[in-house]
């Protein structure tokens, strides 16, 4: 069975520095999907960015880039110059048909 | 935000009351899903529907009951729960529900507790 783990369940970073969020997966399929979903406080679950299996090119959504290692099943992602407005759990997911498989989130706070 | 609505947002229930959870999607979306969220767990995938149609059912107990009248509403009846049912309950909807990249757009959800 596929899953996916999170293996910081809280980071901080002060505002405009990098951090990075780890997400590893557990699978046998070759050809899937995976997901960076941020749910700020109070807020809806929104998706942050998403990468195909089969390309090996990087993700990047203006500050958020992912780090993709299909050998090792190592999906992170990088936010650059940290925003008050980043602070949220970030959930990673991997879907295999219709259904998403989550991480149990990452709380990200943001020190002014 | 409004592209999938929830009502009620906050709903406190006994265990032998009859309730629904209220989802509805404006994105004309085939395809909507309810979630389980519990604290510091990932999570949980209730029901899919596609075209209306029951697709996934997740080994959800029976006390949880959803009903798709259309591809726009989905509803979650709930009745006899348990305090461990408290959580925040997630609406979803996305284009299609088959293998792809299709980002699935979330509503506020419910934070739903069970005295």
């Known amino acids: 069975a596929q899953t996916v783990t999170q293996s910081q369940p809280e980071m901080s970073v002060q505002e405009a520095e990098t951090v990075t969020l780890s997400c590893t997966y557990d699978?046998?399929?070759?050809?899937?999907?995976l997901f960076w979903y941020k749910q700020p406080p109070s807020r809806q679950m929104i998706l942050v960015i998403r990468?195909?299996?089969?390309k090996q090119q990087n993700a990047t959504e203006n500050r958020f880039s992912v780090n993709f290692q299909k050998a090792a099943k190592s999906f992170s992602l990088k936010i650059s110059d940290s925003q008050l407005g980043d602070a949220a759990m970030y959930f990673c997911a991997y879907r295999s048909n219709y259904q998403l498989i989550w991480g149990a989130g990452t709380k990200l706070i943001i020190k002014p | 935000e409004t592209g999938v609505t929830q009502t009620p947002r906050h709903l406190v229930m006994g265990m032998t009351n009859k309730k629904s959870l209220k989802c509805e999607q404006h994105?004309?979306?085939?395809?909507m899903y309810w979630y389980k969220q519990s604290a510091k767990k990932p999570l949980e995938l209730m029901f899919v529907y596609s075209l209306e149609e029951r697709v996934e059912n997740n080994s959800v107990p029976s006390r949880f009951s959803p009903e798709c009248p259309n591809s726009s509403h989905l509803f979650l009846h709930l009745h006899t729960l348990q305090p461990e049912d408290s959580a925040l309950y997630l609406c979803?909807?996305?284009?299609?529900?088959?293998?792809?990249?299709?980002?699935?757009?979330f509503g506020p959800g419910t934070r739903l507790t069970v005295l």
């Open positions: 990468q195909e299996a089969y």
């Open positions: 994105l004309g979306h085939n395809a």
């Open positions: 979803a909807s996305s284009q299609d529900s088959g293998p792809s990249t299709d980002t699935q757009y």
């Open positions: 699978t046998s399929e070759s050809d899937y999907y």
